[in-house]
């Protein structure tokens, strides 16, 4: 197989659906390595389970591993709001980059005073210039005000993590420790669902393995097709195994539940904050249920006015339906 | 090499207006001289896109029925948000019915031809059981009846808690769907793709791929609602074909599908297997059914040529004489 340029993969990526795209380079890889491990097969040598194999098993499951391992990762916001030692560290960093900052308006606003001051003093009347350095001097004096609140404030902001627990309403928290619990268990069970996969795929290829160190293959497409129905059959018993279905069910619905508690976690924080300006989802959806049963009792009425109407024209008769939504033609 | 796989992807091969719109549905109308009285509507599975009956010109089924005079509807389910989740079955059910009447007032007729594919007849089986009286001809394409079969997607469906799917993501999303149907042979449909690249220079064959491919991936959520009640009342429980289930407080009875029926399975169908369909079959009472076997799967039934040989002029002219 020729050697894909990056050009190239750009028009693809485009022309196909994202998937297709990934699939298609993935079995491109596959191919090659099929390849080379047919080669050694044909030049008479034994094949062994090792390296290429195991590289074999990450392209052709990582399409169904990555989106379980990305929100295993998504595990780290939750972690970045509890007062872990490391996180208070990053937050004093995060002082001296904000210090940083507050010199670097401090210069700006000099900056501007002066080049104002020159130009006001060239370009306009004395009156306007007084009016200009008014302004100025109370935006200055508001600023300081700020500053030597913030400092307070500065020190202040550490008992807030001493306090952590007590700042949250307790159904806030209580959403953030059953998040991290069913992480928890979600984690526990997709550890287990990957084994199961990887102990499936190995005992398919040891199998496999057996049947070509014992027999010649003739062609390619009778080695890869063998490595094909040697793994479909392991997977479609181990997929509809009693303890498969019960790993898998469990993994759903841990994961399903880590991600609910975690959004009402977020949710429960802002609803309880005075100065949030969002609407949380929660509150968005309960929206969408009471326009949804008003639209139905709409529909309902618009449906029994059509039918008294069409008993009032045509004695019973089928006339056309009008609906919410309307003809377009 | 690559200049192969960049295959310009324009679905529908036949021409249509939208005629109706209604916050997620629609309503389409193709054009084409009708020879026929009794019109055809389609409704197909809101899991996917309607547009795999007319993927393109060789393969389509939509095109068939046009050719062979008749008049032919669809409903496109459209793609719902997140603003969608509470949508339910009786929704959609509502809509069949709007739909019907709506054609029924059109071509002033009183009643019409309703053809269902995989869930969408299964919508179509519910909508009949309460409106007999508006369905000529039943056709029905790969249904799900009999949810209980030791089909790997219906033990993963029993085993899943969807209350818990749809508190946290709102919709049941495409792209998880899709996950989980290649992860039923994950490595048999993970490396499709090979033969696609040994045939790099087959032109028909990299169109009809890729095609099937833009198909497959453009997979729109199912609503919140209607993801609890399907796996619930349908996988869990299998309430249809038991006869206990109910939409708006009224039980569907399978008892009243007296109309005319031709049912299609695919024998390697892996998603609704003949065993969901064929206990449906027996247990209906129409004295006009029909049965008729493909040898391929749940989607070739549609998009093969061979099919298209094989099964859809017999399928299109079981409607043409009953139309």
């Known amino acids: 197989m020729e050697e894909l340029r990056r050009e190239e993969l750009l028009e693809l990526f485009k022309a196909l659906p994202k998937e297709s795209f990934e699939l298609l380079l993935r079995n491109i890889s596959i191919r090659e390595r099929l390849e080379e491990l047919w080669k050694e097969h044909a030049s008479g040598k034994s094949l062994g389970y090792g390296e290429r194999f195991e590289a074999l098993f990450e392209e052709v499951f990582r399409f169904f591993f990555r989106p379980l391992e990305i929100t295993l990762r998504g595990f780290r916001q939750l972690r970045l709001l509890l007062p872990l030692p490391e996180l208070l560290e990053s937050l004093e960093n995060q002082w001296e980059l904000i210090r940083a900052w507050r010199d670097f308006?401090?210069?700006?606003?000099?900056?501007?005073?002066?080049?104002?001051?020159?130009?006001?003093?060239?370009?306009?009347?004395?009156?306007?210039?007084?009016?200009?350095?008014?302004?100025?001097?109370?935006?200055?004096?508001?600023?300081?005000?700020?500053?030597?609140?913030?400092?307070?404030?500065?020190v202040e902001e550490l008992r807030v993590y001493t306090d952590y627990p007590l700042i949250l309403t307790k159904k806030t928290t209580q959403y953030l420790l059953n998040a991290l619990d069913e992480w928890e268990q979600f984690s526990g069970y997709y550890m287990e669902f990957k084994d199961m996969i990887r102990n499936t795929y190995k005992t398919a290829i040891r199998e496999f393995i057996e049947i070509a160190n014992s027999k010649r293959f003739d062609s390619f497409q009778s080695f890869r097709n063998a490595f094909i129905a040697i793994s479909n059959?392991?997977?479609?018993?181990?997929?509809?195994?009693?303890?498969?279905?019960?790993?898998?069910?469990?993994?759903?619905?841990?994961?399903?539940d880590y991600l609910y508690r975690t959004r009402r976690f977020f949710e429960e924080m802002f609803e309880n904050n005075p100065i949030n300006p969002f609407a949380t989802v929660g509150h968005v959806d309960e929206a969408h249920k009471r326009i949804m049963e008003l639209r139905r009792k709409i529909i309902e009425l618009e449906k029994r006015i059509n039918e008294l109407e069409d008993q009032k024209e045509h004695g019973g008769k089928i006339k056309s339906r009008k609906r919410t939504g309307g003809d377009l033609k | 090499m690559i200049d192969n796989f960049l295959v310009e992807f324009k679905p529908w091969s036949c021409e249509f207006d939208v005629v109706h719109k209604d916050w997620l549905f629609s309503l389409m109308h193709f054009k084409g001289e009708a020879k026929y009285k009794i019109p055809v509507l389609i409704s197909y599975a809101y899991i996917n896109r309607p547009f795999i009956m007319d993927l393109y010109e060789e393969v389509s089924v939509v095109r068939k029925l046009i050719n062979a005079g008749l008049d032919v509807w669809m409903i496109d389910w459209g793609y719902p948000k997140r603003s969608d989740k509470f949508f339910k079955i009786k929704d959609y059910i509502d809509y069949i019915d709007f739909c019907v009447d709506f054609i029924r007032n059109k071509k002033g007729v009183p009643y019409i031809t309703l053809h269902g594919y995989c869930l969408g007849a299964t919508l179509a089986i519910i909508y009949s059981s309460f409106n007999s009286g508006k369905i000529k001809n039943l056709v029905l394409q790969a249904v799900p009846v009999n949810f209980h079969t030791e089909?790997?997607?219906?033990?993963?469906?029993?085993?899943?808690?969807?209350?818990?799917?749809?508190?946290?993501?709102?919709?049941?999303?495409?792209?998880?769907?899709?996950?989980?149907?290649?992860?039923?042979?994950?490595?048999?449909?993970?490396?499709?793709?090979?033969?696609?690249?040994?045939?790099?220079?087959?032109?028909?064959?990299?169109?009809?791929?890729f095609y099937m491919d833009h198909w497959i991936f453009d997979s729109p959520a199912v609503p919140g609602y209607v993801y609890e009640e399907q796996i619930s009342k349908w996988y869990h429980r299998n309430e249809l074909i038991r006869g206990e289930y109910e939409l708006d407080g009224k039980r569907v009875d399978l008892n009243n599908i007296t109309m005319p029926v031709l049912t299609i399975i695919a024998e390697k169908d892996n998603l609704t297997p003949p065993e969901t369909t064929l206990p449906f079959f027996e247990k209906i009472p129409s004295k006009d059914k029909k049965l008729l076997v493909s040898d391929k799967g749940h989607v070739g039934l549609t998009v093969s040529r061979s099919s298209h040989k094989k099964i859809w002029p017999q399928a299109v002219d079981w409607i043409v004489k009953r139309s």
Request: net charge positive; proline share 3%; charged share 25%.
């Open chain 1, 105 to 154: 308006i401090d210069s700006l606003f000099s900056h501007f005073s002066i080049m104002t001051e020159l130009s006001l003093g060239i370009t306009t009347p004395p009156i306007v210039k007084s009016m200009i350095d008014g302004f100025r001097e109370s935006w200055r004096e508001k600023l300081e005000r700020y500053y030597r609140h913030y400092y307070l404030l500065d």
């Open chain 1, 233 to 256: 059959q392991k997977f479609d018993s181990l997929l509809r195994s009693k303890r498969y279905l019960e790993v898998q069910g469990n993994m759903v619905s841990h994961l399903m």
């Open chain 2, 151 to 209: 089909n790997t997607i219906s033990l993963w469906a029993m085993h899943i808690d969807p209350v818990k799917i749809s508190r946290a993501l709102g919709n049941m999303s495409g792209e998880l769907l899709n996950i989980s149907f290649l992860l039923v042979e994950p490595v048999k449909l993970g490396l499709k793709y090979l033969n696609v690249i040994d045939n790099v220079e087959n032109k028909k064959l990299i169109k009809d791929f």
